[in-house]
């Protein structure tokens, strides 16, 4: 699919994508670009086996997994992200979230083996990650940001224990 300016794959239900190389193309600097796969799904799985999975969704996304072997994964969304499955970067690869809001569930962990994982959700309080969700990489680093946050934790009843990457049994 090479035409990553318009909605390239829409339905309502679930889709699964397997491919060898790149699923869509990387947005580039600050994922501005028009390189990702424009998608209007329920819900989404993907999967490449030595490319990379890089997704646009304008109406919320619900991610039921992302794999990809020594490149990187980028899902964008317009409104939501929601992570109910784990997205890994075996190898190396970074690993890109941004939306407005994002909720990883117990399952959603993200992992990369040799990358850096980022977390960009642009409304305060956008950001949700529920008990047993887990974020791992072995060399590289853990970042995000919540945009127009001027109280990031408000509203949240528990804010938990301090971020740690050995809490996991």
């Known amino acids: 699919i090479s035409d990553n300016l318009t909605v390239s794959l829409s339905t309502t239900g679930t889709v699964t994508l397997t491919a060898v190389g790149d699923i869509g193309q990387s947005a580039g600097v600050g994922l501005a670009g028009n390189g990702p796969l424009d998608v209007d799904v329920d819900s989404i799985s993907a999967t490449s086996t030595t490319g990379g999975v890089y997704l646009r969704d304008s109406d919320g996304l619900t991610v039921t997994g992302v794999g990809t072997n020594s490149a990187d994964a980028?899902?964008?969304?317009?409104?939501?992200?929601?992570?109910?499955?784990?997205?890994?970067?075996?190898?190396?690869?970074?690993?890109?979230?941004?939306?407005?809001?994002?909720?990883?569930?117990a399952g959603g962990d993200i992992t990369t083996?040799?990358?850096?994982?980022?977390?960009?959700?642009?409304?305060?309080?956008?950001?949700?990650?529920?008990?047993?969700?887990?974020?791992?990489?072995?060399?590289?680093?853990?970042s995000g940001q919540l945009i127009n946050a001027a109280d990031p934790f408000s509203g949240t009843a528990f804010t938990g224990e301090p971020l740690s990457d050995s809490d996991r049994n």
């Open 74 to 105: 980028e899902l964008i969304s317009d409104t939501s992200i929601s992570l109910t499955g784990a997205i890994t970067a075996t190898t190396s690869g970074d690993i890109s979230l941004s939306a407005p809001v994002i909720s990883l569930s």
């Open 113 to 142: 083996d040799d990358g850096d994982i980022s977390i960009d959700a642009g409304n305060a309080g956008g950001l949700t990650i529920d008990d047993g969700a887990v974020l791992t990489t072995d060399e590289g680093s853990i």
